[in-house]
C-alpha cells in the first residue's frame, strides 16, 4: 500500500510539473486565435491576427528558415570532418578540442555577439548582411552537430572497421564514402534536426547581430511583444510554435527508438 | 603514419579557420576592448567594485542558483520516477516535459507574461478567489519562474539518461543488507546519480547566469547581468565596459562548466 | 581451392616503440614459409598483436626494421596495397552493408565486374557453409555467423596471406572447438601462408605448423607444438603451456632423492636439482607400501575420461597426476607414484 502512494504521490507531482510546462503554451495558442484576449474565448477565434502576422512579418519567417538551413549546410561541411578527426585520435589534444568547441556554447551568447561586433562591426557590408548572423548560429550549433555524428562513429569502433577496409584495399576516401558516411547517418540525422531548431529559436545572439533588415523569428517576437497588441505577439508566437513542433517531434522520435535487435544463439549453424 | 596525421590536420582546417576568426579572435579583441575603457584595466575588477554591477551580480547569482536547487529537485522526482515506472502514458508525459526544449527565452518571458503579468492567468484567478490581483511577472519572481521553466526540459533529460544506467543490483544487495526505501534513496540511488546532478545543475546555473532573452521580455527594470551588460552597451554606449562585463560573464560561466564536467566526467552543453 | 598463390614472409631487425615510449617488441628475425601456418602465442603484452600489425602494414617497425614477402621490401607499402586478408578479434564487419556486400568489397575496391564478383561471393558463402546469410544484415547475425563472414570476407579477394588476430577470442568455449576444426580444415584446404595470433595454447598447438612463444616482446622459442610441448626452453614457455610439475632435490648414484621419496632415474645427470614433467607422465601406483614416491591426494577431479589429481608430497605446489585408472580417489588417500624417466625435463 506505501508503494502505492507513493506511486500516486509521484505520478500527481510529475502532472503538476507537466501542466506548469504545457498550459501557458495552450494559453498562447488560444490567445493568438481569440478575437479579443482581454474578453477572453467568448469574443469568438479567429485567424485574423495570424494572417496579420503572416502578411507583416513573411519576409523575417523565411529569413529565419533560410539562415536555420545555411546554418545547416555550414555545420555539416565544417562539423562532419571535425567529428572524423575527434574519432580518429582520442587524445589529451582531441580533449582540448572538444572543450574549445563547446564554448561558443558555454558562453553567453551576449559576450559572443559582442565580440563578433567589436572586430567585425567596422566591415559594413558584412555587419549589415545576413552572413553575420549566420556566423553567430554556426558557432553556437557545431558542437551539437560534432558530438551528435562523435557518438556515432565512437560506438562503431571506426579504427577497426577503416583497419578492415583498408585490408581490403580501401583508399581513404573510398572508406569514408563507403564506411564512415553511411555508418554516421543516424548521427548526421539527429545533429541536423538539432541545428535546425537551435537556429530557428536562438535569441541571445542574434539580438545584437540583427540589423532592421536581418529580422529573425525569435528577434521579430520580441519586437512584437514589446510593441504590438497582445493577440499579435500570441499570433506570432503560434506561428513559431508550428514552425517548432514539427522539428521537436521529430527530434523526439528519433531519441526514443532503442531498439535492441535480437542477436541470435549459435547453435548449429 | 605521417601521411594519416597529415590528412587529420587538413580535415580540421576548415572548422579551426573557422573557429579561430570568428571566436577566438574576436574573443581576444573582446578582452583587449575591455581594457580600453575610462576606467582603463580596472573595469575588469568593476563587477566586484562598482556597487550596482555588484547588487546585479548578486541578484544574477541567487537567481541562478534558486534556480538551480528547485530545478534539479524537480527533474530528479520526476525524472527517476519517469525512468522507473512504466505505465501507458508514460512517453506522453515525458515527451510533454521535455517539449520546451529549444524555446527562446523570448516565448518563455511571453508565457510568463501570460501566465502572470497584468492580464495574465494566474492574475484573474486570483481577482477572482480573493479580489486581488497577483501580478509577479516583471519582477525577480517572473524571473526565476521563467528559469525554472527552460531549465526543466534540459535537466530532465540528463537525469532519465543517468537513471536508465543506474545498476538495479546496487539497490538490491543495500535492501538484502537490510536498507528501508528511503535509505536506499539516499544512500544508493542520490549518490549514483551524482554525476548528473552535478553536470545537469552546473547547465543549469551557466545558463541561468547568461540567459538574455527571457530578462529582455519581462522588461528592462530587471537587474541581472546579461541585462546590464545590454544597456551599458546600446542606451550607455559604454563598450569598454559592456565588453570588460561580458568577456568576466564569459569567462567565469565557462569555468563553472569546466570544473563540472571535471567533478562529474562527460560532456555538458548549454543553451540560450 | 588452391587458386592462392602463397608467399613467404620475412621480418627482419623488426622493433616497435610506441610514441608514448612503450618498448611493444624488441628487434625480432623471423622467417615464415609459404603456405605454413604460424601462430604467435603469448600472454597479454607480448607483442604478437604488434607482430601481425607490422607484416600487416596498420604499423610500422622501428627505424632498420625490414618486412619482406617473397623477398621483396614491404615496409613501405601501406596496408591498401599489400593484398593481405585479415580477420580481427572484433571481425570489424561493415554494419551499413549486407554480409554479401561485405564479402564483395575488396572485389568491389579492385574494380572487378560485378558479374564475377557475384560469381566469388557465392563461391565464397558456400565455402564457409552461410548461403542462407546473404542478404542480412550485420548486426542480425550471431558470433560464430560473424567470424565466417569475416573469414570469408578475407579470403574473396585472393590474398597472398591471411592474418587472424585472435579471431576466436570473443566466442565461447562450444563454439570455438568448432570454428577452430573449420578454420583448421580452411586453412589447409587453401594451402595459403596463414599467421594466427592467440593466447589460448590448446589452439595454437592444434592449428599452428609451427608456433611462436613470445613473452615481454621477445621470441621465448620457435618450435613444432610437439616440440615446444615436450621440449621447452625456458622456464615461461614450460609454465605457459600446458600444466608443468616441479620437484626439488638432488641426485646420488642413479637416484633422484626429494620430498616424495626416491625416483631411480638411470640417466640422471649429477647437478639435476629440479626436474619438470608433464601430468601424463606421472602415475598412480597400485599400492602406497610398493612404491618409492609417495604422496597424499589433495583433490581429485572426475573429468569423465580421466581423473586429475593433486597430491601433495612436500612441494610448494602439488603434483598434477592424469590418472585413467578406473576408481575413486578419496582426499587424504596415500598413494604411490611413479614417474616415467623418459618424460623428465631439466632447464
Known amino acids: ?269 | 603514419m605521417q601521411r594519416e596525421t597529415r590528412r587529420l590536420i587538413l580535415l580540421l582546417l576548415p572548422a579551426g579557420i573557422f573557429f579561430s576568426a570568428f571566436f577566438l579572435i574576436p574573443m581576444a579583441e573582446l578582452f583587449l576592448i575591455g581594457g580600453t575603457g575610462k576606467d582603463g584595466w580596472m573595469a575588469y575588477t568593476a563587477i566586484i567594485t562598482n556597487k550596482n554591477y555588484f547588487n546585479s551580480l548578486l541578484a544574477t547569482m541567487g537567481v541562478a542558483v534558486l534556480t538551480t536547487v528547485v530545478t534539479l529537485i524537480i527533474s530528479g522526482i520526476s525524472g527517476v520516477f519517469l525512468q522507473r515506472n512504466k505505465f501507458p502514458g508514460n512517453g506522453a508525459l515525458v515527451a510533454m516535459l521535455t517539449f520546451p526544449l529549444a524555446f527562446p527565452g523570448v516565448v518563455i518571458g511571453f508565457m510568463v507574461i501570460m501566465l502572470a503579468g497584468r492580464q495574465g492567468l494566474i492574475g484573474q484567478v486570483s481577482n477572482a478567489l480573493f479580489d486581488e490581483k497577483i501580478v509577479f511577472a516583471y519582477s525577480l519572481t517572473g524571473l526565476f519562474i521563467g528559469y525554472v521553466y527552460f531549465s526543466i526540459p534540459r535537466t530532465i533529460l540528463t537525469v532519465m539518461a543517468a537513471a536508465e544506467k543506474l545498476d538495479p543490483k546496487l539497490e538490491e544487495a543495500a535492501r538484502s543488507l537490510g536498507a528501508s526505501p528511503w535509505r536506499v534513496v539516499t544512500d544508493v540511488i542520490i549518490p549514483g546519480l551524482k554525476p548528473a546532478f552535478i553536470s545537469a545543475g552546473a547547465i543549469c546555473f551557466a545558463t541561468a547566469v547568461g540567459a538574455f532573452g527571457t530578462a529582455f521580455t519581462l522588461a528592462a527594470r530587471i537587474n541581472v547581468l546579461p541585462m546590464v551588460i545590454y544597456t551599458e552597451f546600446t542606451l550607455a554606449a559604454n563598450i569598454a565596459m559592456a565588453a570588460a562585463l561580458s568577456f568576466v560573464l564569459g569567462a567565469a560561466t565557462w569555468i563553472v562548466l569546466a570544473l563540472a564536467r571535471t567533478a562529474a566526467g562527460g560532456t555538458v552543453a548549454a543553451a540560450g | 581451392m588452391s587458386d592462392i598463390n602463397p608467399m613467404s614472409i620475412a621480418l627482419k631487425n623488426c622493433a616497435k616503440t610506441f610514441a608514448d615510449g612503450t618498448r611493444a617488441l624488441e628487434p625480432l628475425d623471423l622467417s615464415i614459409n609459404a603456405g605454413e601456418t604460424v601462430v604467435f602465442l603469448g600472454p597479454s603484452g607480448c607483442g604478437k598483436t604488434t607482430t601481425l600489425r607490422i607484416i600487416a602494414g596498420l604499423e610500422e617497425p622501428d627505424a632498420g626494421g625490414q618486412v619482406l614477402f617473397d623477398g621483396q621490401d614491404v615496409t613501405q607499402i601501406p596496408i591498401e596495397q599489400r593484398n593481405v586478408g585479415m580477420v580481427f578479434q572484433s571481425y570489424a564487419l561493415f554494419p551499413n552493408m549486407t554480409v554479401a556486400e561485405n564479402i564483395g568489397y575488396g572485389l568491389k575496391i579492385r574494380k572487378i565486374p560485378s558479374a564475377q564478383i557475384k560469381t566469388r561471393v557465392g563461391e565464397m558463402l558456400g565455402m564457409m557453409q552461410i548461403e542462407k546469410l546473404a542478404n542480412r544484415k550485420i548486426d542480425q547475425l550471431s558470433g560464430g555467423q560473424r567470424q565466417r563472414v569475416a573469414l570469408a570476407r578475407a579470403i574473396a579477394v585472393r590474398p597472398r596471406a591471411l592474418l587472424l588476430d585472435e579471431p576466436l577470442t570473443a566466442l565461447d568455449a562450444k563454439l570455438r572447438d568448432t570454428l577452430r576444426l573449420e578454420i583448421d580444415t580452411l586453412l589447409r584446404s587453401l594451402q595459403i601462408t596463414a599467421i594466427y595470433v592467440t593466447h589460448d595454447q590448446a589452439e595454437a598447438m592444434a592449428l599452428g605448423d609451427r608456433i611462436v612463444v613470445m613473452e615481454h616482446g621477445r621470441v621465448a622459442q620457435i618450435g613444432k607444438p610437439r616440440d615446444i610441448y615436450q621440449k621447452p626452453s625456458t622456464r615461461f614457455v614450460a609454465d605457459f603451456i600446458g600444466t608443468m610439475n616441479r620437484l626439488n632435490g638432488a641426485v646420488r648414484n642413479g637416484v633422484f632423492t626429494c620430498r616424495a621419496g626416491d625416483l631411480h632415474w638411470a640417466d640422471a645427470p649429477a647437478d639435476a636439482s629440479e626436474i619438470l614433467f608433464r601430468p601424463e607422465d606421472i602415475r598412480v601406483t597400485d599400492s602406497a607400501e610398493a612404491s618409492a614416491l609417495r604422496g597424499t591426494i589433495a583433490a581429485a577431479f572426475f573429468l569423465g575420461d580421466r581423473t586429475r589429481l593433486f597430491v601433495e608430497v612436500g612441494e610448494k605446489q602439488p603434483l598434477v597426476v592424469e590418472s585413467t585408472v578406473r576408481r575413486d580417489f578419496s582426499h587424504g588417500e596415500q598413494v604411490g607414484l611413479s614417474i616415467d624417466p623418459r618424460g623428465i625435463m631439466i632447464l
Open chain 1, 1 to 269: 500500500m506505501h508503494k502505492k502512494l507513493l506511486f500516486n504521490l509521484q505520478l500527481g507531482f510529475t502532472l503538476l510539473v507537466c501542466a506548469f510546462l504545457i498550459v501557458p503554451v495552450v494559453l498562447s495558442i488560444m490567445a493568438g486565435l481569440t478575437v479579443n484576449y482581454i474578453v477572453g474565448i467568448e469574443s469568438g477565434l479567429t485567424l485574423r491576427w495570424v494572417m496579420e502576422v503572416w502578411n507583416g512579418y513573411r519576409g523575417t519567417i523565411f529569413l529565419s528558415i533560410g539562415i536555420s538551413l545555411a546554418c545547416l549546410v555550414c555545420t555539416l561541411v565544417l562539423g562532419i570532418p571535425t567529428a572524423y578527426v575527434l574519432a580518429r585520435r582520442q587524445s589529451a589534444l582531441s580533449r582540448a578540442i572538444e572543450e574549445l568547441l563547446v564554448m561558443p556554447v558555454a558562453v553567453p551568447g551576449l559576450a559572443t555577439a559582442l565580440a563578433l561586433i567589436v572586430t567585425y562591426g567596422g566591415l559594413s557590408g558584412f555587419r549589415t548582411s545576413w552572413l553575420f548572423i549566420l556566423v553567430g548560429h554556426v558557432l553556437f550549433t557545431l558542437p551539437f552537430m560534432v558530438r551528435s555524428v562523435l557518438a556515432v562513429l565512437m560506438a562503431i569502433d571506426l579504427n577497426t572497421l577503416e583497419e578492415g577496409a583498408a585490408s581490403l584495399g580501401a583508399s581513404w576516401w573510398r572508406r569514408f564514402r563507403d564506411i564512415v558516411l553511411p555508418n554516421c547517418r543516424a548521427g548526421i540525422l539527429a545533429g541536423s534536426l538539432m541545428v535546425v531548431t537551435l537556429s530557428m529559436g536562438e535569441f541571445n545572439m542574434t539580438w545584437l547581430l540583427h540589423t532592421p533588415f536581418t529580422k529573425t523569428l525569435p528577434v521579430g517576437l520580441a519586437d512584437a511583444y514589446a510593441s504590438l497588441r497582445l493577440e499579435i505577439g500570441s499570433a506570432y508566437t503560434l506561428v513559431f510554435f508550428l514552425m517548432i513542433m514539427p522539428l521537436l517531434l521529430a527530434l523526439q522520435a528519433f531519441a526514443q527508438p532503442r531498439i535492441n535487435k535480437f542477436v541470435p544463439e549459435d547453435d548449429a549453424q
